[in-house]
């Protein structure tokens, strides 16, 4: 069974500062995403990583595959990117099909 | 944008009613799936697809059922409804490619069971 850890679960920071959320995972994965979703809102992919590092904007996700871990930081925060943000792996079921699991994810807040 | 949508976007209906929420797409993704939100829980599995008629069961799939006749449509029921089902559902779609998978969620379903 595949088990996706985030943290913190919530974090509070003010206008500026650089944010860090980090995701573990259990197994061997074939991608890692990362997802946002505002209050009230839909769910939206920010990034697909198998490898590396990711850069769109203010936003950086990386990814050790060795150890299993992931790190989506935003540089210069701001109140907009105030949301939930959620990390899903996917992985190959010994069937043979495609499951995705999800952490419980990490309440952002940025104030002015 | 993603063709996926989700019907109906909300319903409040009576313990013990059958409730169906569809899911449709037009990307042609073999992969759909079920979700429950729910605070302090996030999204939990009700139960996913990976073809036609090819089903299997989530984390939470007591109380519920699918069906996918067709590529595009994926249904959730709720064969009779209670109280602890009131939730937002989203329905998701994935594909996978050489270059990795993709994954794109409907706008959420909110049902309240009354």
């Known amino acids: 069974k595949n088990e996706v850890e985030q943290s913190p679960q919530n974090l509070t920071a003010q206008e500026g500062e650089f944010i860090t959320i980090n995701c573990s995972y259990s197994?061997?994965?074939?991608?890692l995403h990362w997802l946002q979703q505002h209050p009230g809102g839909g769910i939206v992919s920010l990034f697909m990583l198998s490898s590396g590092k990711k850069k769109h904007g203010r936003l950086i996700a990386t990814i050790n595959i060795q150890e299993k871990h992931s790190s989506l930081h935003i540089t210069a925060s701001h109140p907009r990117d105030s949301a939930v943000y959620i990390c899903a792996v996917s992985f190959i079921t010994q069937g043979g099909s495609e499951k995705l699991v999800f952490g419980k994810g990490t309440k952002l807040t940025v104030n002015p | 944008d993603a063709g996926i949508t989700q019907s109906p976007r909300h319903k409040v209906t009576e313990t013990g009613t059958p409730v169906t929420l569809r899911c449709h797409q037009t990307?042609?993704?073999?992969?759909m799936y079920w979700y429950r939100q729910d605070p302090g829980h996030g999204l939990r599995l009700i139960h996913y697809s990976y073809g036609v008629k090819d089903t299997d069961k989530g984390e939470v799939s007591d109380g519920y059922s699918v069906s996918r006749s067709k590529t595009e449509d994926f249904l959730l029921t709720l064969e009779s409804a209670t109280s602890s089902q009131t939730s937002v559902y989203f329905c998701a779609i994935s594909e996978f490619y050489v270059s990795g998978n993709t994954i794109y969620f409907g706008e959420g379903s909110w049902l309240t069971v009354v």
């Open positions: 197994v061997g994965i074939s991608a």
């Open positions: 990307e042609n993704h073999r992969y």
